[in-house]
């Protein structure tokens, strides 16, 4: 099924499977398939197949997720930009999420989380920049501080 021409793409890059199963919960929440979205694991050392080989496996690690990125990318981009979310701001996503972005219309937000996929969902064609603000709103808004129920 092709992608909405007009939608920002979005890339959820996190380690293991996490970005995967955030992308599920927003399918199941929202009760549709999300077209313009993808998510690209990042594997754990002793889970790569086939394994890293030579004297640079943490290179060759990085390697393939700067490949997988850009696959994904390319896979959602509809010429009005990417947002590729990460889990970890500093980590290795976030550090090939800024390569993989050189050049194109792109903008990668740390922190991803349920509330920040969901408001993605409902993005129509804004500027990239413009989405990832929304989307940092939305994750802000979305933490709280509950009190404790005592009884």
Not at 32 to 52: G, Q
Not at 86 to 110: F, I, M
Request: charged share 25%; hydrophobic share 45%.
């Amino acid at each position: 099924m092709a992608a909405d021409p007009g939608r920002i793409g979005v890339v959820v890059a996190t380690h293991g499977k996490l970005g995967e199963e955030l992308l599920r919960v927003t399918r199941y929440i929202l009760g549709k398939e999300l077209d313009t979205f993808r998510a690209v694991a990042i594997p754990f050392m002793d889970e790569m197949r086939p394994a890293p080989t030579g004297e640079r496996p943490f290179a060759d690690r990085r390697e393939r997720l700067r490949a997988a990125l850009l696959t994904a990318v390319m896979a959602v981009d509809r010429g009005d930009g990417v947002l590729i979310l990460t889990d970890l701001l500093g980590g290795t996503s976030s550090n090939v999420a800024q390569e993989v972005l050189v050049g194109r219309k792109g903008v990668v937000v740390a922190g991803v989380n349920l509330p920040m996929l969901l408001k993605a969902a409902s993005l129509d064609c804004v500027p990239v920049a413009a989405a990832a603000e929304e989307l940092l709103q939305r994750s802000r808004n979305a933490i709280q501080l509950l009190p404790g129920k005592t009884g």
